[in-house]
């Protein structure tokens, strides 16, 4: 099963992002853009990809090991940027440093449980809106972001998410995500 670890912001923030990316579709050219939409919103920690069935208990515990080890922080959704003209993403201020100790820590998990892991890059906290097929000008979004802050809230848990890819082929059709389990941050050392 293709995996993933994450934080997944509350309800009221994802309120409040859904009324700055509907001002965001509505720009020139936006209609070209394939959104996330609010179901698919989350601040991805460490990409698993496909994960063998025999290997998920372990990278589990691992990851609740983890959690537990990793005290609640405060975050909140600030401004945005892109990746090339691949990717528009929303950031993220506050206690960023607890969540890159997080993302390391989701990493090394799944190191430990056996589960390959592909190059370790610096992590970049951003939750993807848009991407493109092609190769977007995404200067006028990243300007509507540029002064985007969000609610303050406390990130309290871990999330293993499993990520279903589309298969039936229809246009516009987008991933599923569901939530396999979820650990309490700082309940533990």
């Known amino acids: 099963m293709r995996l993933f670890a994450a934080v997944l912001p509350p309800e009221d923030v994802t ?3 859904a009324v700055v990316v509907g001002q965001l579709e509505k720009l020139p050219g ?8 609010r179901p698919g919103w989350h601040f991805t920690l460490a990409f698993y990809g496909e994960v063998d069935d025999e290997l998920v208990p ?15 922080f405060a975050l909140e959704l600030r401004a945005g ?3 090339g003209g691949r990717a528009l993403w ?5 206690d960023v440093g607890t969540m890159r100790l997080l993302a390391e820590r989701a990493e090394a998990a799944a ?3 056996g589960v390959p892991i592909e190059e370790h890059r610096r992590y970049r906290p951003h939750l993807t809106v848009a991407r493109s097929r092609g190769s977007a000008d995404f200067a006028p979004y990243t300007a509507l972001l540029h002064d985007f802050a969000g609610r303050p809230w406390t990130v309290a848990e871990l999330c293993l998410v499993r990520s279903n890819l589309p298969k039936s ?3 516009g059709e987008r991933p599923r995500y569901e939530t396999l389990a979820r650990w309490a941050l700082g309940s533990g050392t």
Do not use: Y
């Open 169 to 171: 082929g229809i246009p």
């Open 81 to 83: 940027g892109h990746f």
């Open 58 to 72: 372990e990278l589990s515990a691992r990851l609740e090991r983890a959690a537990r080890r990793t005290d609640p």
């Open 111 to 113: 190191r430990k449980a």
């Open 30 to 37: 936006a209609e070209g853009l394939r959104w996330t939409g």
């Open 90 to 94: 929303i950031g993220a201020t506050g």
């Open 15 to 17: 309120a409040e992002l």
